[in-house]
């Protein structure tokens, strides 16, 4: 697991990203357009995940796309996340996308380190993942989600529920006081996702 920090290594507000290879290619690009959407300096801290599918996912399950199935490795993912934020002066926001996105949402409902959650696009279809979220109790008080128009729209029988759950799951969070964001974005799972990513960081750091 390699970290990569950006932006303001003094700022007050820190977020954390697990991110791929993908990810930090676009993640200049994607500084670049929280700086211009809010006001307040922030330091990022990229944490580049080894295996996407088995460190990001809260428990076991069968592969959706191709043939790796789903670990187990959240729990020690977010061990690691962790020790990047001991510095209780600071406040922390925990975001993604995609699986990344899922993770940051199940991260909150373990700790309350995480003063908000940006989740764009997240993997809300992960089998048994909506059903957690209505049996626990999330510890960050601001969610945005956001989803593409055309991600529901999959041969993908698993996929194809993205949509309906995170209307759900919006739903659920905002009926239990969580003051949380819906936004609809144009195109499909892999369109834009440094600058969706930008969207949900800004929205969240507007509300500190």
Known sequence: MVIHELGNPSADIVLVQPVDEHDLALIEN???IIAENTTDAFRLIAVEVDKWNSDLSPWKSPAVLGKEDFGDGAENTLANVRKLCEDKSKTYLIGGYSLAGLFAIWAAYQTDMFKGVAAASPSVWFPGFLDYM???EIQSRIVYLSLGDKEEKTRNQVMATVGVRMQEAYQWLSNHGITC???????NHFKDADIRTAKAFSWAMNLL
């Open 181 to 187: 964001a819906l936004e609809w974005n144009e195109g």
């Open 30 to 32: 994607e500084i670049k």
């Open 134 to 136: 209505k049996e626990h």
